[in-house]
């Protein structure tokens, strides 16, 4: 397939940077379109373990080409510490095999400020950000006050931009937040000597993947989030500053969405979400805590626990829906096994009606109440099963019912952290 779109179908850590890898294998090209580091893909190989937070999760793979598209919100920092690190560990990363966007937005020190100012004042509509400045930067993309990567490479166009950005930053940083305001001439020689550093990784991105794709490369775009914490299909406000689905990445990668040949989503066979925000599934009772402690649901970039939930079929569906998404993949299926019983929700009632269709429009998801689907488990250790019909019945006959209520063919399962631990049916 020339083109594949894999994106998280639920609230974000799905699994996608363990796929991504796997699935790199295959492809020429791995582009990262939206969020920033924010996100926290996990790659484990052998007993060594990664978490990419900005880089695309194909780097690990020495001849492919990785690119950060201009929909990325990049901290120039985190970016470097980054490569740095992969280095550090003996990960070949030049100019040659990461490529990152002229045009993609830079994170400076004032959004992540004020990313942290600004979730005090929210009190109960606060949002549990990860406080890296995406939400501050994405809202000075929209305004058209933000600075770019380009901008960064040309000192005296980057001293006008920035001493504006900045005078109205620090007058909200000091008379709104009562915080210390940030220097302008400090600022602006570490963000140009930072610019310089990015100097070599820096291209015309979208030439560079629409030039891949009519050359017939193969090109595996990586979603960051999930899908529910998607700026317009989430929910919003408890979501990220970006579209998260296959819905992003025409913009964020400036790739035509008519060249996008197959989605596919991704999804625990449970449910997970980090911050704040509706999860009508969660379980914040002793299931809870068992999915957590045996699943190890701790944010990769904040660590955080994960609040923990049975799987939601009319959120996924959605989610999938909204992406066009071809089929799914599911994750940590490893992590069920154990459960006498495992639940599902199939539909929610809200006043006492059911609905199959996902409340879009609700603003107060307080009042759903999931209708649960039971299913009885199985007690086999699953972590080494590699074909299908080696599961335990009940497994096979989750996973089927969980393809026919989603109304998707499940296209792979996951059944532990490491690359070879999956289970193909048709992927
Ligand atoms: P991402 O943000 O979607 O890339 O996911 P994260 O890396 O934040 O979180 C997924 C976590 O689950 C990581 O610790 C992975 O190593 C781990 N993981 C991935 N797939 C599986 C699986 O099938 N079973 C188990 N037990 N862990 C998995
Ligand atoms: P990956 O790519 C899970 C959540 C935050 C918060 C909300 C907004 O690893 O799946 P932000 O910092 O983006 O403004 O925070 O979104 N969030 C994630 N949750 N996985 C992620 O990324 C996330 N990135 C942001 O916890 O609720
Ligand atoms: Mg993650």
Known sequence: ??????????????????????????????????????????????????????????????????????????????????????????????????RLSANAHVIFEHHRLIDQLSERWRGEGRIGTTGRGIGPCYADKAARTGLRVCDLLDPDHCAVRLKAALAEKNALIERVHGAEPLGLDAQLDRYLALGTQLAPFVADTGLEVRTAYREKKRILFEGAQGAMLDIDAGTYPFVTSSNTGANGISAGAAFPPRWIDRAIGIAKAYCTRVGEGPFPTEQKNATGDKIRKLGNEYGSTTGRPRRCGWFDTVAVRYAMEVSGADGFIVTNLDVLTGFDEIQAAVRYAIDGREVRD??????????????????????????????????????????????????????????????????????
């Open 358 to 427: 996902w409340p879009a429009a609700t603003p107060d998801f307080d009042d759903i109440v999931p209708v649960y689907a039971s299913h009885p488990g199985w007690t086999e250790d699953i972590t080494r099963v590699r074909r299908y019909e080696d599961l335990p019945k009940n497994a096979r006959a989750y996973v089927e019912w969980l393809e026919r209520e989603v109304g998707a063919p499940i296209v792979m399962l996951s059944v532990g952290p490491e690359r070879e631990q999956v289970i193909s049916r048709g992927m």
């Open 1 to 98: 397939m020339p083109s594949l779109s894999v994106f998280g179908a639920q609230w974000g850590d799905e699994g996608k940077g363990k796929l991504i890898d796997l699935l790199s294998r295959d492809a020429d090209m791995v582009v990262r379109y939206q969020g920033g580091a924010n996100a926290g893909h996990t790659v484990v190989v052998g007993t060594e373990k990664y978490v990419l937070h900005l880089i695309p999760s194909g780097i690990l793979h020495p001849s492919k080409t990785n690119v950060i598209g201009n929909g990325v919100a990049v901290d120039p920092f985190k970016f470097l510490e980054e490569v740095d690190g992969l280095r550090k560990r003996g990960v070949h990363v030049d100019g040659t095999n990461l």
